[in-house]
């Protein structure tokens, strides 16, 4: 069974619509991050969170919001999506000393 | 300017070795080197990492300049399997991990 999870892998949404992202992990791990990916960009980082109760933001954080639920349990949630957030949307997991990233599959996700 | 910067593309024969060079003229002393490579659209796989020192392990070398401006990923012995898209990250900082755009290696037969 993979590490990293993450659901939906795809999904296609309409403007101005909520839409969580989930991310699941079977690491152990308590650091946690969200990334976008987009043709030409890389990865950018939007939140990161280093235990249950401490949440920052990242590179890109306007327009997004995430909830740690559990040790394990990592969301993203668009509030209102516009089609500029249409991308690749991909949670890692990292040990303490933050070293190596274990990433899930990615979310597609199309805002038309 | 924080960016990481990285050749769109690179070409190698298979069973040489192939250099992947990044650029990070602005990385703090704190902020460690890392590479990671990513097949199709999954998720990208760590690599290596390293902060002054070179570094090597089963997959690959990691080249640090002494000044710390930039780095060169070694696949001593490119295989077809190697063809992927490579991307350097520093951190962390700030933003806590930047990546580069990513060089797309091309391992040719």
């Known amino acids: 069974d993979a590490d990293v999870t993450q659901t939906p892998r795809n999904r296609i949404t309409k403007t101005g619509k909520r839409i969580m992202l989930e991310c699941s992990q079977t690491?152990?791990?308590?650091?946690m991050y969200w990334y976008r990916q987009d043709p030409g960009l890389g990865l950018r980082l939007i939140y990161y969170s280093f235990d249950v109760k401490d949440i920052n933001k990242g590179e890109i954080s306007d327009g997004y919001s995430v909830s740690r639920q559990a040790q394990a349990k990592f969301s993203l949630s668009l509030e209102s999506a516009i089609p500029n957030q249409t991308a690749l949307y991909f949670c890692?997991?990292?040990?303490?000393?933050?070293?190596?990233?274990?990433f899930g599959p990615g979310t597609r996700l199309t805002v038309t | 300017d924080a960016k990481t910067t990285q050749p769109p593309s690179m070409d190698c024969a298979e069973g040489r070795a192939a250099n992947l060079p990044c650029n990070h003229s602005?990385?703090?002393?704190?902020?460690?080197v890392y590479w990671y490579r990513q097949i199709h659209s999954q998720g990208p796989q760590y690599i290596i990492h390293g902060l002054k020192n070179n570094e090597t392990n089963e997959m690959a070398s990691l080249i640090i300049t002494e000044d710390r401006k930039s780095s060169t990923l070694i696949l001593p012995h490119a295989t077809l399997r190697d063809t992927a898209v490579y991307y350097c990250?520093?951190?962390?900082?700030?933003?806590?991990?930047?990546f580069g755009t990513g060089t797309r290696l091309k391992v040719l037969a």
């Open positions: 990250s520093r951190g962390p900082g700030t933003y806590k991990y930047i």
């Open positions: 690491k152990g791990h308590d650091r």
């Open positions: 602005t990385i703090s002393g704190n902020e460690y």
């Open positions: 890692a997991t990292s040990g303490v000393d933050g070293h190596e990233q274990y």
